[in-house]
């Protein structure tokens, strides 16, 4: 990483680059989940930096790592990425939520928003290139601070691999969002090798009931331990902990309309005032 460091003078702190001779339409924040995947951060990282540059973006990259044993929670880091960018910087009207994995091919799939949601990743490699079913809002998506917002960002529910992103497509179809895509020879990626996590644990009793509960689980519910903001050269390192019994009783908690609930009381393994609800209270 530091080699990649080196090579990239022409970045700002925390991994930002504008350009000099004209103005982007939008600021751009590239949102990557991320935990243990250190080659593949460095080869997403040596590949995007000149790919968003090509582009002419106004754009800073933030990478949310989650710093606890608990089941990955990728719509949760997500939307910890999206509070945590629009409290470190003025905000930003365009976001980019992008697995560490995937690598653009094409010069062309612009990392920009649009009136609708984007699904950037329709056409990658290890599926043929192929769009595996219509309802797809995985792998990387484009969409704006408004239309986050609206949908109440991802589920916060989803421990382990799968789901968030299926929950996510039914939020922005009831609010009548519909997404679009690029042309399937734009929109092409290819994936890095890897293992997959386990699948998320009652992912599709979460799915079967997650409208009912959209307005209540989701940004307006994260809870979590900031325990790193680091402005390295490359990227912004945000690193959370996670506790997953926390992170559930607060989203009941959240259905029963009790928002101003006092959420230190469920605090057992950190002390209160290490963790973010809402606020950030550090």
Request: hydrophobic share 35%; charged share 25%.
């Amino acid at each position: 990483m530091e080699q990649l460091e080196l090579l990239h003078t022409e970045l700002e702190a925390g991994g930002s680059w504008y350009p000099v001779n004209c103005s982007s339409r939008h600021r751009v924040a590239i949102v990557v989940p991320y935990r243990d995947r250190v080659d593949h951060l460095r080869i997403l990282l040596e590949h995007l930096h000149p790919f968003l540059q090509k582009q002419l973006l106004d754009y800073k990259i933030f990478v949310v790592e989650q710093d606890s044993s608990a089941p990955f929670n990728r719509g949760m880091l997500m939307n910890i990425g999206f509070k945590e960018a629009n409290s470190v910087d003025h905000p930003y009207d365009c976001f980019i939520f992008h697995d560490v994995d995937l690598l653009p091919e094409d010069d062309r799939n612009i990392y920009d928003c649009a009136e609708k949601p984007r699904h950037m990743s329709a056409a990658v490699d290890t599926l043929g290139y192929k769009l595996p079913y219509a309802n797809l809002f995985g792998g990387v998506s484009a969409i704006s601070r408004q239309q986050f917002e609206l949908v109440n960002g991802y589920s916060n529910k989803f421990f382990g691999w799968g789901g968030e992103d299926d929950d996510i497509f039914n939020r922005l179809k009831y609010n009548d969002l519909k997404i679009s895509r690029r042309p399937m020879n734009i929109a092409r990626y290819k994936m890095l090798q890897h293992r997959k996590n386990p699948p998320a644990r009652n992912r599709m009793k979460y799915l079967n009931g997650g409208i009912s509960r959209y307005d209540r689980d989701g940004v307006n519910s994260l809870i979590y331990k900031l325990t790193a903001l680091d402005r390295r050269k490359l990227f912004t390192l945000v690193s959370v902990v996670i506790d997953e019994s926390t992170v559930i009783k607060v989203i009941i908690i959240m259905r029963c309309g009790l928002q101003r609930y006092d959420y230190t009381n469920f605090h057992r393994v950190f002390e209160p005032h290490h963790w973010s609800t809402g606020h950030r209270l550090i």
